[in-house]
């Protein structure tokens, strides 16, 4: 459990320091842009007398990002996840900037009536053009 734990917060830390966009300094226009245009975070959360849970995370124009979820239910345990995606390909022309983002999570259930669950991963691509 602390090995999955570990790797799960590895993979979040190794997105969140990737994705970070490259600033081209040779072009003033592009820097203006990418100061306006900066990664957007965002959060949630709630709690009651039986569940609480939240997440935080942040995505960059480009389509990269990251994020952190937690839930626990009384009686049922704790959930723990985890989603990233980084830029493996971006292409910069008159028409606009293309990337194709790689991404992976995980979620983890620890606890409650059925004991500790598999681990759940899932990967994916997505294209983000902008204009």
């Given amino acids: 459990m602390n090995a999955q734990l570990f790797a ?4 979040a830390v190794i997105a ?4 970070v966009p490259v600033l081209n300094q040779q072009e003033e ?3 203006i842009r990418q100061r306006r ?4 975070g965002f959060g949630a959360g709630g709690a009651n007398g039986k569940v609480q849970g939240g997440g935080v995370g942040f995505q960059n124009p480009n389509g ?3 994020s952190v979820s937690y ?3 009384n009686g049922y345990g704790h959930n723990v996840g985890v989603d990233a995606k980084v830029p493996v390909w ?3 022309n008159r028409f606009g900037e293309s990337t194709l983002n790689v991404g992976g999570g995980a979620t983890q259930h620890f606890g409650g009536p059925g004991g500790n669950q598999n681990l759940d991963k ?3 691509a997505s294209f983000n053009h902008r204009w």
């Avoid at 969140?16 to 994705?19: Q, R, Y």
């Fill in 8 to 11: 799960v917060l590895l993979v």
């Fill in 16 to 19: 969140a320091v990737s994705a």
């Fill in 29 to 31: 226009e592009v820097l």
């Fill in 37 to 40: 245009q900066g990664p957007q």
């Fill in 64 to 66: 990269s990002g990251g």
């Fill in 71 to 73: 839930g626990h239910a």
């Fill in 90 to 92: 971006s292409s910069k």
């Fill in 122 to 124: 899932r990967v994916g």
